[in-house]
């Protein structure tokens, strides 16, 4: 019997197809979203530059993808507009 969340991965888990991985991940994430348990520790959470730092290679990576393209053009990416108003991320890991 696998002693580790480690070795239950290795042994069990790893075994499975991505669907049935996504239907055992499914119940573990709920469950835990819907306790009010602190298994974050603050430094792992996302700063607003670590958002910003995404956000912005996501969208110069992006731009190159989609650069030849015709229909969507290359994107500019500049630091943040001071007269842009601020609007928080929809996922809940950004601040």
Not at 21 to 43: C, D
């Amino acid at each position: 019997m696998p002693a580790t969340a480690q070795e239950i991965y290795i042994q069990v888990i790893r075994t499975l197809s991505p669907t049935e991985r996504l239907r055992l991940a499914t119940p573990i994430l709920n469950e835990l979203s819907q306790q009010n348990i602190s298994v974050i520790e603050p430094s792992d959470t996302w700063t607003e530059e670590d958002c910003l730092d995404l956000t912005t290679f996501s969208l110069q990576y992006a731009a190159t993808l989609f650069a030849e393209s015709e229909e969507i053009p290359p994107v500019q990416v500049s630091t943040r507009d001071s007269t842009m108003p601020q609007t928080r991320p929809a996922t809940r890991f950004c601040p």
